[in-house]
């Protein structure tokens, strides 16, 4: 299983709205006759990548085999065949998965499915360790949000500006290439109107992060007034067709509306008042907080808004050196009661309805904004 879990890392960030999935074939005697991972949606699963390199390098060894996979093999019609027929249709005797698949259209249907076919079925096999790898889909296919990664990079006094006519740069080279690499596993990279009028970032992959298949995550800013800089290289570079617009929206109506179109990993990228509104919303799933060692003693503040009630505390939490910054990581652990202001705001675009399978391709979920759709309404956005 742990090699099936290595061969699903190569799929995190190109699968959604699937989940990074891994498997390996091993045969009676002992031998690995197949492997693969999902390397995007509509294209086949893990275990029929395994089995069609099975029947390829080795189909006599396939009858009687053991399939290891890190989520439970699905079993109903989506974009692809059910994998439960496709293993019952070549002969593998045992199915060995990791973590059962969250999609309630599948969960635990696996058993039944093989088991009726004489397959013998054991899961929970790594269990932590896949239900890690597949933290994203799982919320998304559960709520219909996106799982939410905020990262920061911060002065020693909490600021993400310097004074007037230092350079731009808080944190170090290292530290911010380090920090453009949670952009591999992001669906979409999320600021706000603030940051693109005073940063013009461009959240682009960069170095050796481009090459690796992955396409451009979406780059969606949030926006009250919708005065945005036409000029700006979210509107004008190579991926200008990669960036939207979304007027008006909450956070947590942001994420939704993004969770609709099938993104199941956003990464948000400040500036404070996003970060603000992003824990006002209580929908922050991870945080990797970047520090360097400078005080700036004026400047925006890396959270900004409303004052929160308590304080949150970070599970899992990592401290990691990059030369003289550090990078401080883990998970939000929340309480159960949610906050009045996001809570109550309205939601202007209803929830996700029929199955996940059932979304939009993921292949084109926006209409992009280009510059000129400026002057008249954006296009995705909500009066
Ligand atoms: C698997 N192996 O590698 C993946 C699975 O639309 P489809 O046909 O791609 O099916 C999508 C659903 O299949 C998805 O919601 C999840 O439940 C499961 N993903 N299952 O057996 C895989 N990626
Ligand atoms: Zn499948």
């Known amino acids: 299983m742990g ?3 290595d061969l699903a890392k190569r799929g995190v960030g190109l699968t959604s709205p699937n989940p990074p999935v891994g498997a390996l074939i091993v045969s009676q005697e002992g031998a690995v006759i197949g492997s693969g991972f999902h390397r995007k949606a509509g294209m086949p699963h893990a275990e029929i990548v395994a089995i069609d390199e099975a029947l390829e390098m080795n189909p006599r060894a396939l009858p009687g085999s053991t399939l290891y996979v890190t989520l439970e093999p699905c079993s109903t019609q989506g974009r692809t065949p ?3 027929q496709t293993i019952k249709d070549v002969g593998i005797r045992r199915v060995v998965f990791g973590a059962a698949d969250p999609n309630p259209k599948h ?3 696996s058993y039944a499915i093989l088991g009726a076919s004489g397959v013998q079925v054991t899961g929970g096999v790594l269990e932590d360790e896949c239900l890690d790898m597949i933290r994203p889909f799982s919320k998304w296919v559960m709520t219909g949000l996106p799982w939410v990664i905020v990262k920061v990079g911060q002065s020693l006094d909490g600021r993400i500006t310097r004074p007037p006519g230092e350079p731009v740069w808080i944190t170090s080279d290292s530290a911010r290439s380090h920090a453009r690499r949670l952009r591999l596993r992001a669906d979409a990279i999320l600021i706000g109107a603030e940051t693109l009028r005073k940063d013009n970032p461009r959240l682009t992959l960069r170095d ?6 992955k396409e451009q995550p979406w780059r969606v800013v949030l926006t009250r007034s919708g005065r945005l800089p036409v000029d700006a290289h979210l509107f004008t570079d190579a991926f200008k067709d990669r ?9 947590t109506e942001a994420l939704r509306e993004l969770g609709r179109r099938g993104v199941c990993t956003v990464l948000v990228e400040g500036g404070g008042i996003v970060i603000g ?3 006002q919303s209580q929908e922050v799933d991870e945080v990797h907080w970047y520090i360097a060692p400078r005080i ?3 400047g925006r ?3 900004a808004g409303l004052p929160l009630p308590f304080s949150i505390p970070l599970d899992h939490a990592k401290v990691l050196p990059i030369a003289d910054n550090v990078c401080i990581s883990g998970f939000p652990v929340w309480p159960d009661v949610p906050l009045e202001n996001e809570a109550a705001a309205p939601l202007s675009t209803p929830a996700p309805t029929g199955t996940p399978d059932a979304g939009p391709s993921p292949a084109s979920p926006f209409t992009a904004v280009t510059p000129a759709v400026f002057q008249s309404p954006p296009a995705i956005s909500t009066p």
């Open 301 to 303: 503040p890396s959270f």
């Open 208 to 213: 050796a992060d481009v090459g690796t298949g």
């Open 243 to 251: 960036t939207v617009i979304l007027q008006n929206l909450s956070f």
């Open 82 to 84: 059910p994998c439960t």
């Open 296 to 298: 700036c003693g004026s």
């Open 107 to 109: 969960t635990n249907r």
């Open 277 to 279: 509104q992003a824990f």
């Open 3 to 5: 090699q099936a879990l």
